[in-house]
């Protein structure tokens, strides 16, 4: 995007509650790639350039400067239902491309302590994800859980998670998004 300070990115949670999880004072003059992750446990940013870090978890920010915070509204909420995610441009004239926009969403259930009469039980998972950003399933998850219990007994098994692509025939588009006249 070619001047980021216009940009603003709004996270919407089933229940209405909303945050802004990224607006930016500065970052002028050129190109500016966007390619991360915005984590409240993510890193502290302090030039432009970092929001271009492959992938990586960053802290979000608002008018430039990180705060975490900004993610916390979402603390306890339902994760069930439709989450919105809102890019908009406050200025015609500049260009971008949104190419990949995604949402992951960290749920506390109430803990399962496996046991057995055999000791402790520790357990592990591992995943397998695949992405198929032009597909209606654009992510799949195989998560293979493994259990193992104080005399070396072992089981495990195996969840499959589909994230599916929303149709572009739900996407809300501004009505002047060209920046022309109408």
Known sequence: HTWLPDLDVVLTAPDGTTGSVMTIGGCTGQEWPIDCWFDDDGAVITQCVDINCGG????????????????????GIDGSGIWTIEISDGAAGDDGVIEVVGLEIEVNLPQVDPSDGCGPVTVTYEDNTTFNYCEAVAQEVVRTWTAVDGSGNVASCV??????????????????????PQ
């Open 56 to 75: 990586c978890a960053i802290a979000p920010f608002a008018a430039g400067v990180a705060n975490p915070a900004l993610l916390q509204v979402f603390e």
């Open 159 to 180: 969840q499959n998670i589909s994230v599916t692509a929303v149709p572009i025939t739900d996407i809300l588009w501004p009505t002047n998004f060209d920046g022309l």
